[in-house]
């Protein structure tokens, strides 16, 4: 087996392993998407703006956020409309505490 042949299985590997990738961010995506109509018809329109510009500075969290929200509507401790309020109150719960430092000058 000579160099060439290494490099060509190599790539093909490599290939093969990204359409893997994308097809599995492109189910995911999907999922996402369908959770996101079924929890909108629990949150009010202030909840779902926020929701929204959360989403967009931090995915993560709006991902948190949502599987937080599914959880409660599983179990039957969401079961109607969420305010904004409420929806707020859900993020704190979900969001790490911060540590506070004091900088102490002598």
């Known amino acids: 087996m000579n160099l060439e042949e290494i490099k060509r299985k190599r790539m093909q590997q490599l ?3 990204s359409s893997q990738e994308v097809q599995e961010q492109l189910q995911l995506q ?3 998407q369908q959770l996101e109509l079924v929890i909108k018809q629990y949150l009010s329109s202030e909840a779902i ?3 929204s510009n959360l989403k967009v500075a931090h995915p993560e969290q709006a ?7 599914a959880q409660g509507i599983e179990h039957g ?3 109607e409309k969420l305010s ?3 929806f707020k109150n859900i993020l704190k719960q979900i969001t790490p ?3 506070e430092f004091k900088l102490l000058r002598k």
Not at 64 to 69: F, G, N, P, R
């Open 84 to 86: 904004d309020e409420q």
């Open 97 to 99: 505490q911060k540590k």
């Open 30 to 32: 999907q999922q996402i």
């Open 77 to 79: 401790y969401i079961k």
């Open 49 to 51: 703006t926020r929701y």
């Open 63 to 69: 991902i948190k956020a949502l599987a937080t929200i």
């Open 15 to 17: 290939s093969q392993q």
